[in-house]
């Protein structure tokens, strides 16, 4: 690892009330020194203080400034760090930064505080990665489920599996080799019984990536539904702002229409499409072949039945579209004299679910909020004892492992000698050391932190 001292804002580049500049490693107290004019040296302090003074070039005085002073190893990165709180301007930022580089430190390159700290043991990779997820967090489970990973919930829950399956590597390592005192006898059945638990342990962890990728990038979800059905008002209640145009007008959304939405802590990545209809008009027909394609692609179908109009072929076509697929059906305008109940979607849908709503008046949207998490998250998502995969990376690491502890069962199965066992064991061992870092290369490390934020 380079020793260098580093520095770089860590706050966002726009004017606010503060920035802050971090300073770490081992010449950390040095280089403020140097720039810090305060009632003593930095470097003379007590550890874990504050302190006022100006941060000054040559003679020139750049900011007027707040300096936390923090001996390592209790620090972010387990290093020697200074933190210069000063004025919020992007100028003055930048030139407190580009003092203290003057001054003897070097540039952070993406991530690099965060690397130091897990190269210094202050944290393992799962927590690592947990940072940036904190940082790019749009929504509240995807913040909780963050925050959750970064108290080492992931980290826990592999080291006990790498536990269980390293105690079992080690005695039929040790039985191998000293067969007088060691007896392997009736161990296989043990292991097979221990090994299936691992596997469905593994299945379960991989199941709940889908979960982790809902909360962590949001839910695609797709409207769909005649003219005039009310999508591009739902689409606006759902967005509290007008975001499409509502007319009378049939055919009025010929194109996509796309909007991020906050819904109950849930992050709904929504596509309001054009009605669905037979259609001469050029434009509006390819509108409606676009609607067709994303809903294929979506995680959940909104269906917006219109409820004073009877269904027609327009209507059977959508059902077409929407069979197996995650779908809730709205019946809307529930405010006017109605022609269709939900009695009788019901009939048509199946298991589908169908809420009366009314996006005018903005009624049964707190249903449609609740019966999405009963879908996505069988209830209230809990970040006490559930684990949340969100990592691709992590996700692969996890089949891995579950195909090493398969073939564990195989050998098994098979009769094979006690030594195979072992080393899909070890497989299964090392998979899941690269998910916290106890087993990865120094380029995947590199290419980790290089998708974090500068300063973090």
């Given at each position: ?65 707040l ?70 967090s ?13 108290k ?20 039929i ?13 009736g ?20 199941r709940?990536?889908?979960d ?12 769909l ?24 007008i ?7 229409l ?37 809903a294929?692609?979506?995680d959940?179908i909104?269906?917006?039945v ?39 979607i ?27 998490k ?41 009769g ?10 070890m ?11 106890e ?10 932190f290089?998708?974090f934020c500068?300063?973090?």
């Amino acid at each position: 690892m380079k020793r260098e001292t580093i520095a770089a804002i860590s706050t966002g580049m726009t004017n606010s009330g503060i920035g802050i500049v971090r300073i770490s490693g081992e010449e950390a107290f040095s280089v403020a020194d140097r720039v810090f004019m305060g009632k003593e040296k930095l470097s003379d302090v007590k550890s874990h203080t504050i302190h006022y003074g100006h941060i000054k070039d040559g003679e020139d005085t750049v900011d007027e400034v707040l300096v936390m002073a923090m001996r390592g190893p209790r620090t972010f990165t387990g290093e020697d760090t200074v933190e210069i709180n000063c004025h919020g301007g992007t100028f003055v930022v930048k030139r407190v930064l580009e003092t203290v580089l003057k001054n003897g430190a070097r540039a952070a390159e993406p991530g690099e505080f965060t690397k130091r700290a897990f190269l210094n043991g202050k944290m393992d990779l799962s927590q690592a990665e947990a940072v940036i997820d904190v940082i790019n967090s749009e929504n509240e489970y995807a913040l909780k489920s963050s925050l959750n990973q970064l108290k080492g919930s992931v980290r826990n829950k592999i080291t006990d599996i790498r536990n269980r399956i390293l105690y079992n590597t080690a005695y039929i390592e040790s039985a191998l080799d000293d067969p007088e005192h060691i007896s392997l006898e009736g161990f296989s059945s043990e292991l097979e019984k221990t090994t299936a638990g691992i596997r469905n342990e593994l299945s379960e962890l991989i199941r709940s990536a889908d979960d982790g990728r809902i909360i962590k990038e949001g839910i695609n979800t797709v409207i769909l539904g005649k003219p005039n059905a009310g999508k591009s008002s739902l689409l606006n209640v759902l967005s509290g702002y007008e975001r499409a145009i509502v007319t009378d007008i049939e055919g009025t959304t010929r194109d996509i229409l796309e909007e991020q939405i906050s819904l109950g802590g849930l992050s709904l990545n929504v596509i309001d499409t054009a009605g669905i209809r037979r259609t001469d008009d050029v434009i509006e027909r390819i509108g409606v072949e676009r609607a067709a394609e994303y809903a294929e692609r979506a995680d959940l179908i909104i269906y917006v039945v219109d409820a004073s109009r009877k269904l027609d072929e327009n209507d059977e076509k959508i059902f077409s579209m929407i069979y197996d697929k995650n779908t809730i059906i709205l019946l809307n305008k529930s405010d006017l004299d109605t022609v269709i109940s939900a009695e009788e979607i019901k009939e048509r849908a199946g298991n589908i679910p169908v809420i009366s709503v009314s996006a005018k008046e903005e009624q049964g949207i707190r249903d449609l909020e609740e019966q999405i998490k009963s879908m996505f998250f069988k209830g209230d998502v809990s970040f006490n004892d559930q684990v949340y995969i969100s990592n691709v990376r992590q996700k692969n690491a996890l089949i891995d492992a579950r195909e090493s502890m398969e073939k564990v069962l195989e050998s098994i199965e098979n009769g094979m000698p006690e030594d195979f066992y072992s080393i899909d064991l070890m497989d299964a061992y090392e998979s899941l050391g690269s998910i916290t870092g106890e087993s990865v290369g120094e380029d995947l490390v590199n290419e980790i932190f290089s998708r974090f934020c500068m300063g973090k």
